[in-house]
């Protein structure tokens, strides 16, 4: 089994950073894709940022230019790094592992809350 624990996240005020970190224990395999999420009251869990174990990255269109998504492979940990936050990057923040074997599974952080104010 997997373990992802998230740091980081509170609150500030637009225009504001904030650094979400997430470790990850267990059993990894060395070829993976560590991500973050975000669900914000009344809407869906939608994807922020993804790194393959690689290096290949993808961003949301609403955050490119302003988060960065950096890991350290040998640490299994992921950093969001959230410059010029908007009040609607409002929402709570979740870490995500996906890896395959013999199937695929995606395993889940507890969620952090990130509230930007205006």
């Known amino acids: 089994q997997v373990q992802l624990v998230e740091s980081g996240g509170g609150s500030v005020q637009a225009g504001g950073s904030l650094r979400l970190s997430c470790a990850a224990s267990?059993?990894?395999?060395?070829?993976?894709?560590m991500a973050w999420y975000r669900q914000a009251p009344g809407k869906q869990r939608e994807l922020v940022a993804r790194m393959y174990s690689g290096g290949i990255t993808n961003y949301a269109v609403s955050v490119r230019g302003r988060f960065t998504i950096s890991r350290d492979n040998a640490k299994n940990t992921v950093v969001l790094q959230m410059n010029s936050l908007k009040p609607e990057d409002t929402a709570v923040y979740y870490c995500n592992l996906e890896q395959t074997r013999l199937e695929t599974r995606n395993y889940w952080g507890q969620g952090t809350q990130v509230t930007v104010s205006s």
């Open positions: 267990g059993i990894i395999f060395s070829v993976n894709t």
